[in-house]
């Protein structure tokens, strides 16, 4: 595989706002919503959408969608529990239980001299 070379692609203030319109489309228009498949349909390096602070406001739309349908459809077992859970995983959900055990042990050493036992 090559390494690209070059600048990085930059967008004009009208290129964003078109891009923020598609966005806005696709979220509204997709059941779950991913960013890959939108980077991917709009021939968009998928790394723009992070570095480019107008598109945060929708990328954080995109995934509370996303999030939302994932669990809505496991739940209904309309999607595919595992794939859900999968996705979800990558969303910052955990199925691992954590356990904190508090508190302390002390020990006291009588000593032999002592009257107290």
């Given at each position: 595989?090559?390494?690209?070379?070059?600048?990085?692609?930059?967008?004009?203030?009208?290129?964003?706002?078109?891009?923020?319109?598609?966005?806005?489309?696709?979220?509204?228009?997709?059941?779950?919503?991913?960013?890959?498949?939108?980077?991917?349909?709009?021939?968009?390096?998928?790394?723009?959408?992070?570095?480019?602070?107008?598109?945060?406001?929708?990328?954080?739309?995109?995934?509370?969608?996303?999030?939302?349908?994932?669990?809505?459809?496991?739940?209904?077992?309309?999607?595919?529990?595992?794939?859900?859970?999968f996705s979800l995983?990558?969303?910052?959900?955990?199925?691992?239980?954590?356990?904190?055990?508090?508190?302390?042990?002390?020990?006291?050493?009588?000593?032999?001299?002592?009257?107290?036992?």
């Open positions: 595989m090559t390494r690209k070379v070059g600048r990085p692609r930059t967008y004009s203030k009208e290129q964003i706002e078109e891009i923020k319109e598609k966005l806005s489309n696709y979220i509204d228009n997709s059941s779950v919503p991913i960013i890959a498949e939108f980077a991917y349909q709009n021939d968009i390096p998928r790394q723009t959408f992070y570095d480019y602070e107008e598109f945060s406001t929708l990328i954080k739309k995109l995934l509370d969608k996303k999030e939302a349908q994932l669990e809505r459809g496991a739940l209904s077992s309309i999607l595919n529990s595992t794939m859900a859970v995983k990558q969303l910052g959900w955990r199925d691992k239980q954590e356990i904190q055990v508090g508190g302390g042990v002390n020990i006291v050493y009588a000593d032999k001299d002592d009257k107290e036992l």
